[in-house]
């Protein structure tokens, strides 16, 4: 497999910003006497991020973050990001974090620094109970010239399914709910993407749906901050700790999204 394109791709990732020094990150003491921290949340990636029924971005993501600044004794303030302005606005000083499925890569860390994990992304299988051209139990079995897979254009899936299952017929679109729409009317028989992508989406389609047990790869997902701003930084990895610790992440992972995290964060007071 192409080491830079599975660990370069995560779902729905854009094009990362070139090198640069941006603008100066603003520092831990002037978080703290400002009382304020900026936390960068894309609401169009649920139920990481969402708008709630008053209009105002929520989900797992805001969740975290009002606690961070709860346990900072700071005020929150959420700024709207997406995938393509969430590193850019970090580098630009009109953010102090950023949140939202940021997959930690090596081409991201170096341009932004990373917390601790907050959470994990689990590559998986995704197909139906019954229905399919040929039966689908084992990632092994998609390798099959009568397998017809569906994909979302540049996500995780597509290296790994190039690297094995090279024989399956592959069509890919260009967005979630074409591919499950695909799925749920049998024009494919299954798609391999991130399991936070995945589990909620597919809830919108009457289909018995069946995620193999199998987990083809693990993803980290830590929270972003400019780099060189350490003393944030820092601080933020002790209270992701006391959160992994006391088991907030977790108990707000299961609030949104129904299921215990698909790979734990391995519990290490050392960072």
């Known amino acids: 497999m192409n080491r830079r394109s599975l ?3 995560a779902a729905g990732a854009a094009a990362l910003p070139l090198l640069g020094s941006g603008a100066e990150a603003r520092p831990l003491d002037q978080i703290l006497s ?69 997959t930690r890569t090596i081409e991201r860390a170096l341009v932004i620094d990373y ?4 959470h994990t992304q689990s590559m998986v299988v995704l197909t139906k109970q019954s229905g399919t051209a040929v039966p689908i139990n084992t990632p092994a079995d998609l390798n ?19 690297a094995n299952a090279a024989r399956a017929q592959v069509t890919l679109l260009d967005n979630y709910p074409d591919c499950f729409r695909a799925l749920a009317q049998g024009r494919a028989d299954a798609m391999v993407d991130v ?5 909620i989406p597919m809830r919108n389609f009457p289909v018995q749906w069946k995620i193999l047990d199998q987990v083809l790869a693990s993803f980290w997902v830590g929270i972003g901050v400019q780099k060189g701003n350490y003393a944030l ?17 977790n108990t707000t992972w299961e609030k949104y999204f129904g299921v215990p995290m698909t790979t734990p964060i391995p519990f290490n007071p050392m960072f």
């Open 34 to 102: 400002t009382r304020r921290l900026r936390a960068g949340i894309n609401p169009t990636l649920p139920p990481m991020g969402l708008f709630n029924e008053r209009n105002q971005i929520d989900g797992f993501d805001a969740d975290i973050a009002r606690e961070i600044a709860r346990r900072m004794n700071v005020e929150l303030e959420i700024v709207q990001v997406g995938s393509p302005d969430r590193i850019p606005f970090l580098q630009s000083d009109r953010i102090d974090i950023v949140l939202g499925s940021i």
């Open 144 to 162: 099959n010239p009568s397998v017809r897979l569906v994909q979302v254009r540049g996500t995780v899936g597509v290296p790994w399914i190039q």
């Open 195 to 199: 399991a936070e992508s995945i589990v």
């Open 7 to 9: 660990f370069g791709l």
């Open 115 to 118: 917390t601790v994990p907050l």
């Open 233 to 249: 930084r820092d601080v933020l990895n002790v209270i992701l700790f006391e959160l992994h610790r006391t088991g907030f992440v």
